[in-house]
C-alpha cells in the first residue's frame, strides 16, 4: 500500500474487500468524519458498480457529501447522477 498517496490506499481497501470487508466500515468511517475524498470515491463506486454493487441511493448520499465538502470531481460527476 502506498502511504504517500491516500488515494491509491482507498483503492486499494476496495480491491480487497472480498478478502477484508472490514475496508468498507473503515472507509465510510473516515467518509462520515469529513473525508471528501472518500465521500467521492464511494460516491463513483456505488454509481460505476465497481468494487460495491452499484447503488444509485447510496451514490447520492456520498456524491452530495462530496459535493458540500467542496470536492471538486464530486461538484463535476453530479451533473451525470
Known amino acids: 500500500m502506498n ?3 491516500p488515494t491509491e490506499q482507498y483503492r486499494t481497501m476496495l480491491e480487497n474487500l472480498a478478502q477484508q ?4 466500515q473503515q472507509l465510510e468511517a473516515l ?6 475524498e472518500v465521500m467521492y470515491i464511494l460516491g463513483w463506486c456505488y454509481f460505476k458498480g465497481e468494487y460495491l454493487p452499484k447503488d444509485l ?3 447520492q ?3 452530495e ?3 458540500v465538502a467542496g470536492h471538486e470531481k464530486a461538484i463535476e460527476l453530479s451533473v451525470y447522477c
Open 3 to 5: 502511504k504517500d498517496n
Open 21 to 24: 470487508p472490514e475496508n468498507l
Open 31 to 36: 467518509a462520515e468524519n469529513g473525508n471528501a
Open 57 to 59: 441511493d447510496k451514490n
Open 61 to 63: 448520499y456520498w456524491l
Open 65 to 67: 457529501k462530496a459535493k
